[in-house]
């Protein structure tokens, strides 16, 4: 009986880490064929895609950067949908939580790999993150539902790096920052390495190293993988993130739902929170069981908080995280022995009215 309670339980937890997207159109060829990489997105939730060396009216090489990685997203294909910054329709703002940062002058892109992370288990989706000969190798799901395969060795880290490059070929921006949400935090990690890599190596251009990573309810399987040799990839992740600290990447993480720390469902990986910038927020207007809202909750407070002002911590005249806070107050949160916790604002969505305190990591 305990055996089938801990089951049912650990798929109700997981089935939520799969959320909907916002209701932005997509043509049907964007689904009938394989489309991955990255979209820049300008005011209204328009948005065109990046192609190498043709212009884009959402994109300017000269300006800040934000880029946005989402998570597992199951069934999208045959439903025509992905993320973008419209989310009313998951409990967000009435409100294009993008916009702040148009009219701050930044570039806002999104990295789609939707089609690829489209399984039925997570697990099969984290895989081709890093692997691409996991349990489902590289296949992708079409608008009818069929898979089909991809051949050449690249996983969705390697594809999505080489997308990424060839379109910020010319990129000569003072910032950029790349944040992923749920599964999407893995690729916001493993992204940043690869950069990182290439400006060591002199590759790429200094231009291109992030200098902020924001993990968004992040989420990492339990268990060790064989394509890690037999790592977790909380573990294999944590490493990465020390190599981005040591080079002066700033890393922050916020956390809205109990479904990334759940033992049921993913790592906690508490050993990571020890050396980042680690928020709990809290968002007590949905309900208990609105566990899928609570997930989604963090991609859209991140990016809608860049409007606001950073929070206060209660006692202090230190400054809170949030996507506003300066890089330089980040860094000096990851070297803290606290977290911050969520004490006032959460019975409403608004981040203007958000007050934290600290508590010990």
């Known amino acids: 009986m305990k055996k089938i309670l801990t089951t049912y339980i650990t798929l109700f937890v997981i089935s939520f880490l799969s959320v909907s997207a916002s209701a932005a159109s997509w043509p049907n060829s964007t689904f009938s064929n394989l489309d991955y990489g990255l979209y820049w997105f300008g005011s ?12 884009n009216p959402y994109y300017n090489k ?3 950067t934000i880029i946005y990685i989402h998570g597992w997203l199951i069934d999208s294909s045959v439903k025509k949908i992905r993320e973008s910054f419209d989310v009313s329709s998951r409990g967000g703002p009435e409100e294009n939580v993008a916009e702040g940062w148009i009219n701050a002058g930044y570039n806002v892109g999104i990295l789609y790999w939707n089609q690829f992370s489209d399984e039925s288990e997570v697990k099969d989706a984290e895989a081709k993150i890093w692997t691409a000969e996991g349990p489902k190798a590289m296949r992708w799901k079409r608008l009818n539902g069929s898979y089909s395969n991809v051949t050449g060795g690249d996983n969705v880290t390697q594809l999505l790096y080489k997308n990424l490059i060839a379109n910020l070929a010319d990129f000569q921006g003072p910032e950029l920052r790349i944040a992923g949400h749920s599964l999407g935090s893995q690729l916001a990690l493993t992204l940043s390495d690869a950069l990182l890599t290439g400006v060591q190596t002199n590759n790429l251009r200094a231009q291109l190293l992030p200098q902020r990573v924001a993990l968004l309810d ?6 060790g993988k064989a394509y890690l040799g037999n790592a977790w990839v909380g573990e294999e992740s944590r490493n990465i993130a020390k ?25 906690a990986n508490n050993a990571l929170i020890d050396i980042i910038a680690f928020t709990e927020v809290k968002p007590w207007y949905f309900a208990p069981w609105e566990i899928d809202k609570k997930h989604t909750a ?3 407070y991140y990016f809608w908080s860049f409007s ?6 209660k006692g202090t005249r230190d400054d809170g995280a949030t996507a506003s806070t300066s890089t ?13 916790v969520q004490r006032e604002g959460v019975w409403t969505r608004t981040p203007g009215d958000d007050q934290f305190i600290y508590k010990n990591k």
């Open 44 to 55: 209204g939730d328009n948005y065109q895609k990046a192609i190498p060396g043709n212009a």
């Open 62 to 64: 000269n300006k800040k």
């Open 218 to 223: 992040y989420f990492y399987s339990n268990g």
């Open 243 to 267: 190599r981005l600290i040591n080079n002066d990447i700033a890393i922050e993480a916020y956390r809205t739902s109990v479904v990334t720390s759940s033992l049921l469902a993913g790592d």
């Open 298 to 300: 963090a991609r859209w």
């Open 308 to 313: 606001f002002a950073s929070p206060t911590i």
């Open 328 to 340: 330089s107050r980040i860094k000096e949160l990851m070297q803290s022995t606290q977290k911050l």
